[in-house]
């Protein structure tokens, strides 16, 4: 299933992505092409080990693929060293998962502020501010990593993401560990960056009822792009459609 | 500064790197400092000579600390005139020395290192001493040390080489001497080796040192200024020789286990924290600015460490200085002065290893990728790396290529090289861990604690490796210095048959008159100058003596039985080689009295059989060296009746004096390896603790999967104990196997270049036994602390909020 956009925000042409060799070769994507326009919230979803987190990764630049291109905002990263990629990402991506989101070593705030320090840049304490305060961590800002509980720490990712306004946001089950209030709020804030700020979106989950939130929901199985559902009329639908995918594999 | 947030919140890992740092810098400065204070000094007796001609300096490349060569007396007279007419010189003072020790209450004082204290009382115008009383006017006064308690005109009894004679005291002075008359001087001190020259009011002294310098040519040195000090105490270099002997090796120690240790607590530091620089690299970090991070984390360690190092150095060195005079391995009035440079230094230095050390561990920390951030087991994925095989493989072609060369006895520097060697299979093996552990570690039956240590190798690798190296310092240090030469010496010929030997006590030598009243076989030590600045060390023999000599050693040419009159020696075969000299040669040798004589060779024997390089009879030592002492004396019929303490002697049975020169010589062998074992143990000690207790915090995630699936505590604890004994017990074997095989082909090396003696080491099974527990100890205590408080902290967490999906967490091992 293929799809072209003149705006895409992101861009797959025919990726490859295969771990391991000979007869333990698991071929994680296989020939993968999709276009993320820009201003769209997208859903990936599909069985375990379908290769959502491949993709996700190798469309990001985090990891390389095995065969085909991907463009993020026009720019191909085939050719980019680790530098190159590195800049990028601090410019134009955004990350949110499940865990693992934020330096240990540094508060909130200090996350938050961490792609533009690392630009050089002074990060404005009150755009810092004002990112916490969108994600409703107003009063949070000097706790650590620690002291702040899964969802918090999402939403300091999400902070993160806003204050850059990057061009496209991955997220990798970001609402995976948290229970339905906590995730609602997470979403809508996700939402929110595309509606509010045309931000791109892209978002791996297993949990039809967060990808009801999505401008449009992709399936994924054994590393193919098998179905695909645009706006999506309520979780039950895309339940359905779910286990349609599921049972046929 | 990002380097400056990470850190702090990170200091518990990098305490361990702060701590060996810090050591090391203290290490450093502490010997820096003890050996720059223990510059040689102008002595006190020069202090008001501005200055000074000596006779010709000899080669010193034995280390034995011979006097200068003496002038004859024509040239010495001659010198003397004619410095004295050069213009700006005042007077020119002859300055003697010689052999004298008080008796007070029936014992000599000063002991065995009052050497030469006698003088002539005009020299004691080159010094600005305070007199009271008179000068010495008759040939039996003398001016002695006011700090005696001996007021003008009391009686006193010196020692000389004669024997003890009465003397009266006619004046006292603040210094350790005794000043007699100018005639009593000349006939106890034989050849003059330094003229003092006093300057006339307003004399130029650059343009005098030049004169000077134009009429003594080359027959002597002119000194002035801080050059002056060359005329220290020959005693006292050679105590402060051996004070260096003991702070370079502890420094050289100190600082190869600070690089090692600083080098691996960063390496692992790094690879502890791969998932923060992945999360780092994740939202936009250049790999460089990973390495930068690191680096500044370095930095600021290394400085702090830097300067707590110094200071801990700075206040040390005093404490370590005193040990050492105590220890008889720096001159007594020994004191710290604490120079710029030495400080500075050790700080330099512990900053520079810091960067050094964390180098590699930058590079590796800058090639972590960013996806790494959201792995969530971490297996090493490629734990050799190329630079790992490449360093590895070159430390163990180093280690290897010194091995033989020690063995075979080509490489110059006995000592060192196999110590080198050491190091460099240390560092060899520590790099190829992943590849040489393996095997080792499946030797253990299958179970959990192997498969974890498999596993992570490398974690494994860095537990090993510093109870690796304490093992093989431990045991080399002391296995070293238990080799043991045995040849047939002299004295050992000489022990044969008697069964009492006479020897010095409270005294550097025995006088004549102690000869004279025992009899026996004597052994009497002075100096032979031959050539432009040669010099051997020769024993005058007494007849018994001789006869004895004639059985023991193994002569390999000429005979033995020619050793007669005042014109004979035999020399040792290598001294033979060198000077080109055969039974029937003769040759030049200049005494310790100045004069010059022909000598005729009459044997050569080998090189162990006796512990001189040449052998004269002893009426040949008392007609050239009137300060010359005898240093033993072997009788086979019971001694009896004299005032021994009082002639500075003792009377000993053969075994008793066999376990005194023994325990003299252990003294310093047991100083030399209580410092370097001291600090190689603490030093170690500090990195199995830090390594066990990073690498035990590091795994709390498995300690929890562990209590989920159901093991006890007890159970958790058990199996990082084992997990801690495991890596001590393949430490322990890989360091004996290091240390043994170094102290082997040392042995052998030795033994290459002493064909007919026997060398062995005796293995310091004790201080094996000890380490290994030592390390045992701590590595499992520090294992068990730092798992127990993993443990703890989990729980608390689990208690303030529950851990989703906490089956996630990283697969065993
Ligand atoms: N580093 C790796 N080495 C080997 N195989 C891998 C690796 N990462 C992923 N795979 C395999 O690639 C396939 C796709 O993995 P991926 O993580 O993309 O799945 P996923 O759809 O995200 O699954 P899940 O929903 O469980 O997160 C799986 O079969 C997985 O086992
Ligand atoms: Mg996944």
Same mark, same amino acid.
């Given at each position: 299933m293929t799809e072209h956009t003149n705006t895409a925000a992101v861009e797959l042409r025919a990726v490859r992505k295969?771990?391991?060799?000979?007869?333990?070769?698991?071929?994680a994507l296989d020939g993968v092409s999709l276009d993320f326009a820009t201003g769209t919230f997208t859903a990936v979803m599909g069985p375990s080990g379908s290769g959502k987190s491949t993709l996700l990764h190798c469309a990001a630049g985090l990891d390389?693929p095995?065969?085909g291109t991907v463009r993020i905002g026009g720019v191909d990263l085939?050719?980019?060293?680790?530098?190159?990629?590195?800049?990028l990402r601090r410019e134009r991506i955004g990350f949110v998962f499940q865990a693992?989101n934020?330096?240990?070593?540094?508060?909130?705030?200090?996350?938050v502020?961490?792609p533009?320090?690392?630009?050089?840049?002074?990060?404005?304490?009150?755009?810092?501010?004002a990112a916490?305060t969108a994600v409703g961590l107003?009063?949070?800002?000097?706790?650590?990593?620690?002291?702040?509980?899964g969802g918090?720490q999402q939403r300091v990712a999400i902070a993160r993401a806003l204050i850059t306004r990057p061009a496209a946001v991955f997220a990798d089950e970001p609402t995976g560990a948290l229970d339905s209030k906590t995730s609602r709020g997470v979403l809508e804030l996700l939402r929110g960056i595309v509606d509010r700020d045309g931000q791109t979106v892209i978002m791996v989950t297993h949990d039809p009822v967060a990808a009801a939130h999505a401008d449009r929901v992709v399936l994924l199985a054994d590393g193919r792009l098998v179905d695909r559902i645009d706006n999506p009329q309520g979780a039950q639908a895309i339940a359905a459609r779910m286990a349609v995918l599921e049972a046929s594999c | 500064?990002?380097?400056?947030?990470?850190?702090?919140?990170?200091?518990?890992?990098?305490?361990?790197?702060?701590?060996?740092?810090?050591?090391?810098?203290?290490?450093?400065?502490?010997?820096?400092?003890?050996?720059?204070?223990?510059?040689?000094?102008?002595?006190?007796?020069?202090?008001?000579?501005?200055?000074?001609?000596?006779?010709?300096?000899?080669?010193?490349?034995?280390?034995?600390?011979?006097?200068?060569?003496?002038?004859?007396?024509?040239?010495?007279?001659?010198?003397?005139?004619?410095?004295?007419?050069?213009?700006?010189?005042?007077?020119?003072?002859?300055?003697?020395?010689?052999?004298?020790?008080?008796?007070?209450?029936?014992?000599?004082?000063?002991?065995?290192?009052?050497?030469?204290?006698?003088?002539?009382?005009?020299?004691?115008?080159?010094?600005?001493?305070?007199?009271?009383?008179?000068?010495?006017?008759?040939?039996?006064?003398?001016?002695?040390?006011?700090?005696?308690?001996?007021?003008?005109?009391?009686?006193?009894?010196?020692?000389?080489?004669?024997?003890?004679?009465?003397?009266?005291?006619?004046?006292?002075?603040?210094?350790?001497?005794?000043?007699?008359?100018?005639?009593?001087?000349?006939?106890?001190?034989?050849?003059?080796?330094?003229?003092?020259?006093?300057?006339?009011?307003?004399?130029?002294?650059?343009?005098?040192?030049?004169?000077?310098?134009?009429?003594?040519?080359?027959?002597?040195?002119?000194?002035?200024?801080?050059?002056?000090?060359?005329?220290?105490?020959?005693?006292?270099?050679?105590?402060?020789?051996?004070?260096?002997?003991?702070?370079?090796?502890?420094?050289?120690?100190?600082?190869?286990?600070?690089?090692?240790?600083?080098?691996?607590?960063?390496?692992?530091?790094?690879?502890?924290?791969?998932?923060?620089?992945?999360?780092?690299?994740l939202v936009g970090?250049?790999?460089?600015?990973?390495?930068?991070?690191?680096?500044?984390?370095?930095?600021?360690?290394?400085?702090?460490?830097?300067?707590? !190092? @110094?200071? =801990?150095?700075?206040?040390? /060195?005093?404490? %370590?200085?005193?040990? +050492?005079?105590? &220890?008889? #391995?720096?001159? *007594?009035?020994?004191?710290?002065?604490?120079?710029?440079?030495?400080?500075?230094?050790?700080?330099?230095?512990?900053?520079?290893?810091?960067?050094?050390?964390?180098?590699?561990?930058?590079?590796?920390?800058?090639?972590?990728?960013?996806?790494?951030?959201l792995?969530?087991?971490?297996?090493?994925?490629?734990?050799?790396?190329?630079?790992?095989?490449?360093?590895?493989?070159?430390?163990?072609?180093? !280690? @290897?290529? =010194?091995?033989?060369?020690? /063995?075979?006895? %080509?490489?110059?520097? +006995?000592?060192? &090289?196999? #110590?080198?060697? *050491?190091?460099?299979?240390?560092?060899?093996?520590?790099?190829?861990?992943?590849?040489?552990?393996?095997?080792?570690?499946?030797?253990?039956?299958?179970?959990?604690?192997?498969?974890?240590?498999?596993?992570?190798?490398?974690?494994?690798?860095?537990?090993?490796?510093?109870?690796?190296?304490?093992?093989?310092?431990?045991?080399?240090?002391?296995?070293?210095?238990?080799?043991?030469?045995?040849?047939?010496?002299?004295?050992?010929?000489?022990?044969?048959?008697?069964?009492?030997?006479?020897?010095?006590?409270?005294?550097?030598?025995?006088?004549?008159?102690?000869?004279?009243?025992?009899?026996?076989?004597?052994?009497?030590?002075?100096?032979?100058?031959?050539?432009?600045?040669?010099?051997?060390?020769?024993?005058?023999?007494?007849?018994?003596?001789?006869?004895?000599?004639?059985?023991?050693?193994?002569?390999?040419?000429?005979?033995?039985?020619?050793?007669?009159?005042?014109?004979?020696?035999?020399?040792?075969?290598?001294?033979?080689?060198?000077?080109?000299?055969?039974?029937?040669?003769?040759?030049?040798?200049?005494?310790?009295?100045?004069?010059?004589?022909?000598?005729?060779?009459?044997?050569?024997?080998?090189?162990?059989?006796?512990?001189?390089?040449?052998?004269?009879?002893?009426?040949?030592?008392?007609?050239?060296?009137?300060?010359?002492?005898?240093?033993?004396?072997?009788?086979?019929?019971?001694?009896?009746?004299?005032?021994?303490?009082?002639?500075?002697?003792?009377?000993?049975?053969?075994?008793?004096?066999?376990?005194?020169?023994?325990?003299?010589?252990?003294?310093?062998?047991?100083?030399?390896?209580?410092?370097?074992?001291?600090?190689?143990?603490?030093?170690?000690?500090?990195?199995?603790?830090?390594?066990?207790?990073?690498?035990?915090?590091?795994?709390?995630?498995?300690?929890?999967?562990?209590?989920?699936?159901?093991?006890?505590?007890?159970?958790?604890?058990?199996?990082?104990?084992?997990?801690?004994?495991?890596?001590?017990?393949?430490?322990?074997?890989?360091?004996?196997?290091?240390?043994?095989?170094?102290?082997?082909?040392?042995?052998?090396?030795?033994?290459?270049?002493?064909?007919?003696?026997?060398?062995?080491?005796?293995?310091?099974?004790?201080?094996?036994?000890?380490?290994?527990?030592?390390?045992?100890?701590?590595?499992?205590?520090?294992?068990?602390?730092?798992?127990?408080?993993?443990?703890?902290?989990?729980?608390?967490?689990?208690?303030?909020?529950?851990?989703?999906?906490?089956?996630?967490?990283?697969?065993?091992?």
């Amino acid at each position: 299933m293929t799809e072209h956009t003149n705006t895409a925000a992101v861009e797959l042409r025919a990726v490859r992505k295969t771990y391991g060799s000979g007869a333990r070769a698991v071929a994680a994507l296989d020939g993968v092409s999709l276009d993320f326009a820009t201003g769209t919230f997208t859903a990936v979803m599909g069985p375990s080990g379908s290769g959502k987190s491949t993709l996700l990764h190798c469309a990001a630049g985090l990891d390389r693929p095995d065969d085909g291109t991907v463009r993020i905002g026009g720019v191909d990263l085939g050719p980019l060293d680790e530098t190159a990629l590195a800049l990028l990402r601090r410019e134009r991506i955004g990350f949110v998962f499940q865990a693992f989101n934020l330096v240990s070593a540094l508060t909130a705030e200090q996350n938050v502020g961490l792609p533009r320090q690392l630009a050089g840049k002074r990060a404005d304490s009150d755009e810092i501010r004002a990112a916490l305060t969108a994600v409703g961590l107003a009063n949070r800002g000097t706790h650590r990593p620690s002291q702040l509980s899964g969802g918090e720490q999402q939403r300091v990712a999400i902070a993160r993401a806003l204050i850059t306004r990057p061009a496209a946001v991955f997220a990798d089950e970001p609402t995976g560990a948290l229970d339905s209030k906590t995730s609602r709020g997470v979403l809508e804030l996700l939402r929110g960056i595309v509606d509010r700020d045309g931000q791109t979106v892209i978002m791996v989950t297993h949990d039809p009822v967060a990808a009801a939130h999505a401008d449009r929901v992709v399936l994924l199985a054994d590393g193919r792009l098998v179905d695909r559902i645009d706006n999506p009329q309520g979780a039950q639908a895309i339940a359905a459609r779910m286990a349609v995918l599921e049972a046929s594999c | 500064m990002l380097s400056v947030r990470t850190l702090r919140h990170r200091w518990v890992s990098l305490v361990g790197t702060f701590v060996a740092l810090g050591l090391g810098v203290a290490i450093l400065a502490m010997s820096g400092l003890v050996m720059s204070s223990a510059r040689a000094k102008v002595p006190e007796r020069y202090s008001g000579a501005a200055v000074l001609v000596a006779s010709p300096e000899v080669s010193q490349e034995d280390n034995a600390f011979t006097p200068s060569r003496p002038w004859s007396t024509e040239v010495g007279g001659d010198l003397v005139d004619r410095v004295s007419s050069v213009p700006g010189v005042a007077r020119a003072v002859e300055d003697r020395s010689f052999y004298a020790q008080a008796v007070i209450d029936g014992r000599p004082v000063g002991g065995a290192s009052a050497e030469a204290l006698g003088h002539n009382w005009n020299s004691s115008t080159l010094a600005s001493y305070r007199v009271e009383g008179a000068a010495p006017a008759r040939d039996d006064e003398v001016v002695l040390d006011r700090s005696l308690g001996l007021a003008p005109g009391s009686r006193v009894s010196l020692l000389t080489s004669a024997g003890p004679s009465g003397f009266t005291v006619s004046g006292t002075v603040d210094a350790d001497a005794y000043f007699v008359t100018e005639a009593v001087a000349e006939r106890l001190s034989g050849g003059l080796r330094v003229i003092g020259l006093d300057l006339s009011p307003g004399a130029d002294e650059k343009a005098v040192v030049a004169a000077v310098r134009a009429v003594v040519g080359d027959r002597g040195r002119v000194l002035s200024g801080e050059a002056r000090a060359e005329l220290e105490v020959r005693g006292e270099a050679k105590v402060r020789w051996i004070g260096d002997q003991v702070l370079t090796a502890m420094g050289g120690l100190g600082a190869f286990v600070c690089v090692f240790m600083v080098a691996s607590t960063f390496a692992f530091a790094v690879s502890q924290r791969r998932r923060e620089f992945g999360l780092l690299r994740l939202v936009g970090a250049t790999p460089r600015q990973v390495r930068v991070l690191v680096f500044g984390e370095a930095l600021v360690v290394g400085v702090l460490a830097g300067l707590a !190092g @110094v200071a =801990l150095g700075a206040a040390s /060195a005093p404490v %370590v200085g005193g040990l +050492l005079v105590d &220890a008889g #391995l720096e001159p *007594a009035g020994f004191a710290i002065s604490y120079g710029f440079f030495p400080l500075a230094g050790a700080s330099g230095i512990g900053v520079v290893v810091a960067m050094l050390g964390v180098w590699a561990a930058s590079r590796r920390a800058g090639r972590v990728r960013p996806i790494e951030a959201l792995r969530t087991a971490e297996v090493d994925p490629k734990p050799m790396t190329r630079a790992r095989w490449i360093g590895g493989g070159v430390a163990m072609a180093v !280690g @290897v290529g =010194l091995f033989l060369l020690t /063995a075979t006895g %080509v490489a110059e520097d +006995l000592l060192n &090289a196999p #110590l080198y060697a *050491a190091m460099a299979l240390i560092v060899g093996l520590t790099l190829l861990g992943p590849v040489v552990l393996p095997p080792l570690v499946r030797l253990v039956p299958a179970t959990l604690v192997r498969e974890s240590a498999l596993t992570a190798i490398r974690r494994t690798t860095s537990t090993v490796s510093p109870v690796l190296i304490t093992v093989v310092f431990a045991v080399l240090v002391s296995g070293m210095f238990s080799l043991t030469v045995t040849g047939v010496s002299l004295e050992k010929s000489m022990a044969i048959g008697p069964s009492t030997v006479v020897s010095a006590r409270d005294t550097p030598g025995l006088s004549d008159e102690v000869v004279s009243t025992v009899g026996g076989a004597s052994l009497l030590p002075t100096t032979l100058y031959t050539g432009s600045n040669d010099h051997l060390d020769a024993v005058g023999v007494s007849p018994e003596a001789f006869a004895k000599a004639h059985q023991g050693l193994s002569v390999v040419e000429g005979s033995l039985n020619d050793l007669t009159g005042t014109d004979t020696m035999a020399v040792n075969s290598p001294t033979a080689s060198r000077m080109a000299w055969h039974p029937g040669s003769t040759a030049d040798i200049t005494f310790a009295d100045g004069s010059t004589t022909k000598l005729r060779v009459v044997a050569v024997f080998s090189k162990t059989s006796a512990a001189a390089s040449a052998l004269v009879t002893r009426e040949t030592v008392r007609t050239h060296d009137p300060s010359a002492l005898t240093s033993a004396i072997y009788v086979d019929h019971p001694v009896v009746g004299a005032d021994w303490p009082a002639l500075g002697a003792q009377v000993m049975t053969r075994a008793e004096y066999a376990e005194f020169t023994e325990a003299e010589d252990n003294r310093l062998v047991g100083i030399f390896v209580t410092l370097l074992l001291a600090m190689s143990l603490g030093y170690s000690a500090l990195a199995i603790v830090n390594t066990l207790v990073m690498a035990t915090a590091d795994r709390a995630s498995d300690f929890r999967v562990l209590r989920l699936a159901g093991a006890t505590r007890r159970q958790v604890l058990g199996s990082v104990a084992a997990e801690s004994a495991l890596a001590v017990a393949i430490g322990s074997l890989l360091g004996v196997v290091v240390a043994f095989a170094t102290l082997a082909t040392l042995t052998s090396g030795v033994a290459h270049n002493l064909p007919d003696a026997d060398v062995s080491f005796s293995p310091p099974w004790g201080v094996l036994a000890g380490t290994v527990a030592l390390c045992l100890a701590l590595a499992v205590g520090a294992g068990l602390f730092s798992a127990n408080s993993a443990l703890k902290a989990d729980r608390a967490v689990h208690r303030m909020r529950s851990f989703g999906r906490a089956s996630r967490g990283r697969p065993l091992g």
